[in-house]
């Protein structure tokens, strides 16, 4: 294995933090070592520092785009946390429903990872709105800066193993079997979210219009206290007012530094 010196890693980190906010401790470098090796060793590179070279030059994005989807985790499931899934169901839609205009919700997942959120968000939803649901826009935006995970994401397949958390009649009514093995959501849930691929560490959030609801739950755990509290100021200013953020609840946000009203553990409001 090709190792890594201080200085490398020191350069290798502090551009990743720079670019995408996420910030690797010392600890972390065997894992960037091992998780990054196979890349090196593709690419014939004898050094971290050639590979530095490398991402840090190439115009096409593959270089900086592959080393995104190495260093990240991306673990997540169906129903983790639920009872941000719950509060969701049973506050904020039935406040939202008699105050948003034009029946026009929107909805943002940022970091989606592979899809389990913003599809379980898309499944509440249209339970909860039922026949009245053709009346709505409420697709769901889900983003995140791993192309690997975007790609499952959109596919919309799932082992059972990976379906086995959520509620037997959402598995009978949103998904039909692939094989003996996996089941694939159907179209009515699929196309009701619109992927993207969004790096939260962008100065400006392209958006034109407030969003309703923001959920973005175990990113900013890679995020120093700077970073995170930039990002959740950003949210603010991108969610309407009476709109909702939903954080991990391993993360958390001083209330003496934000402008959101503290609702319930990892659970915010514009007000």
Same mark, same amino acid.
Request: hydrophobic residues 40%; aromatic residues 16%.
């Given at each position: 294995? =090709? ?9 290798? *980190? /502090? ?7 996420? #910030? ?10 091992a998780r ?10 004898k050094?971290f520092?050639q ?8 115009? $096409?994005?593959?270089?900086? *785009? ?14 983790r ?19 948003v ?6 909805? #943002? $997942?940022?970091?989606?990872?592979? %899809? /389990?959120?913003?599809?379980t968000?898309?499944?509440i ?10 009346? #709505? ?5 889900a983003?995140? =800066?791993?192309?690997?995970v975007?790609?499952r ?8 193993? /990976?379906? &086995?958390?959520?509620?037997?009649? #959402?598995r009978?009514?949103?998904f ?30 392209p ?10 739950r ?15 100021n ?8 009476? %709109? ?5 609840h391993?993360?958390s946000?001083?209330?003496? /530094? ?7 553990? &990892?659970v915010?409001?514009?007000?």
């Amino acid at each position: 294995m =090709i190792p890594i010196t201080e200085k490398e890693f020191k350069q290798l *980190t /502090e551009y990743i933090y720079a670019n995408y906010g996420i #910030w690797l401790k010392k600890e972390k470098q065997s894992l960037v070592t091992a998780r990054l090796y196979n890349v090196l060793a593709q690419k014939n590179f004898k050094s971290f520092s050639q590979y530095y070279e490398y991402i840090t030059t190439d115009q $096409s994005g593959h270089a900086v *785009t592959t080393l995104i989807n190495k260093i990240t985790t991306n673990h997540t499931f169906f129903m983790r946390e639920v009872q941000h899934f719950y509060y969701f169901r049973d506050k904020v839609l039935p406040s939202l429903v008699s105050t948003v205009r034009d029946k026009d919700l929107r909805i #943002w $997942s940022a970091g989606c990872s592979s %899809g /389990e959120e913003p599809y379980t968000l898309a499944m509440i939803i249209d339970e909860f709105f039922g026949k009245e649901k053709k009346f #709505w826009d409420a697709k769901i935006l889900a983003t995140d =800066i791993s192309n690997k995970v975007l790609d499952r994401a959109k596919c919309g397949i799932y082992s059972n193993e /990976e379906l &086995a958390s959520l509620p037997s009649s #959402w598995r009978n009514t949103y998904f039909k079997k692939q094989d003996g093995e996996k089941a694939v959501l159907k179209d009515t849930i699929r196309n009701e979210v619109i992927y993207r691929r969004f790096n939260l560490m962008d100065a400006v959030f392209p958006f034109k219009k407030k969003f309703h609801v923001i959920f973005c739950r175990n990113v900013m755990i890679y995020f120093d206290h700077k970073t995170k509290m930039e990002l959740v100021n950003k949210f603010y200013d991108k969610i309407e007012f009476g %709109g909702y953020l939903f954080i991990g609840h391993a993360e958390s946000i001083h209330r003496a /530094e934000t402008r959101f009203k503290y609702i319930m553990p &990892a659970v915010y409001r514009k007000v």
